[in-house]
């Protein structure tokens, strides 16, 4: 059994398809930098590519910056939105709030391609909810993301001791690469166009599957190794027992 980090896991699938391109020292590495927004937080890691290798120079989270907080912003706008209009309080009712964060998560996800959204909820407290977002309203609500997002992007950096000059491409996977604000931050932390060779949603599952495939016998892989870094310490213990 091994357990791998997810931004790891992205990074074994970029690398190992980039055998041909990649230098063959580590002096001469391309480094390239992970963000991964998921639906819980954020992840960053940086790491260092050569011919077979790959070495993380760190890892930097924060799991209050996730596209749950998206989710709860365009919630809380259209709960105080249905109180004002149709005199309901959808917190009354566990089913409504579900029904209405489900619609939320629909709208965020249209306005990530569309200038308007609509939320529109059928039946709920026997009212049919019917409202409109812009993307410019949106971007506004999730402003209080943003310096969170800054700092956690420069937290990255000044723990890889890499300068934005010597990255050679960023990487963004997750559902939250899809979202322009998000999008724009790490273009401008980076100072770098942000690179979409990698599928948002399958990488980490494609890197982990070729980890598991590189122990396993019934495989045969083209050696790759993965030097990785310990961000918080593991303490292993045994207890034995006495007949």
């Given amino acids: 059994m091994s357990l791998i980090n997810e931004t790891t896991a992205a990074g074994v699938d970029y690398g190992i398809f980039r055998q041909a391109s990649?230098?063959?020292?580590?002096?001469?590495?391309?480094?390239?930098?992970?963000?991964?927004?998921?639906?819980?937080?954020?992840?960053?890691?940086?790491?260092?590519?050569?011919?077979?290798?790959?070495?993380?120079?760190?890892?930097?989270?924060?799991?209050?910056?996730?596209?749950?907080?998206?989710?709860?912003?365009?919630?809380?706008?259209?709960a105080a939105e249905i109180q004002k209009k149709y005199r309901v309080d959808v917190n009354e009712s566990?089913?409504?709030?579900?029904?209405?964060?489900?619609?939320?998560?629909?709208?965020?996800?249209?306005?990530?391609?569309?200038?308007?959204?609509?939320?529109?909820?059928?039946?709920?407290?026997?009212?049919?909810?019917?409202?409109?977002?812009?993307r410019a309203d949106f971007e506004e609500m999730i402003q209080p993301m943003r310096p969170k997002f800054e700092a956690l992007l420069q937290r990255a950096l000044a723990q890889s001791k890499i300068s934005k000059s010597d990255?050679?491409?960023?990487?963004?996977?997750?559902?939250?690469?899809?979202?322009?604000?998000?999008?724009?931050?790490?273009?401008?932390?980076?100072?770098?166009?942000?690179?979409?060779?990698?599928?948002?949603?399958?990488?980490?599952a494609k890197g982990c599957a070729i980890t598991a495939a590189s122990f396993s016998p019934m495989f045969q892989m083209r050696p790759y190794v993965v030097h990785e870094v310990a961000m918080c310490p593991v303490l292993l213990a045994y207890h034995s027992s006495t007949a």
């Fill in 22 to 78: 990649l230098p063959e020292t580590e002096e001469e590495g391309q480094v390239v930098a992970f963000v991964d927004s998921g639906y819980a937080g954020c992840t960053i890691t940086i790491a260092k590519f050569w011919r077979g290798n790959m070495r993380v120079l760190t890892h930097a989270w924060d799991h209050e910056l996730g596209t749950r907080e998206a989710d709860l912003a365009v919630f809380n706008w259209a």
């Fill in 94 to 134: 566990k089913k409504s709030r579900l029904r209405l964060l489900l619609a939320a998560e629909k709208c965020k996800t249209t306005l990530s391609a569309n200038m308007m959204g609509p939320l529109s909820v059928e039946n709920l407290q026997d009212i049919d909810v019917h409202l409109q977002l812009s």
């Fill in 167 to 204: 990255i050679h491409a960023v990487e963004y996977i997750g559902g939250g690469c899809r979202i322009p604000m998000f999008k724009q931050i790490v273009a401008d932390g980076f100072e770098k166009s942000i690179s979409y060779t990698l599928n948002a949603t399958e990488t980490v």
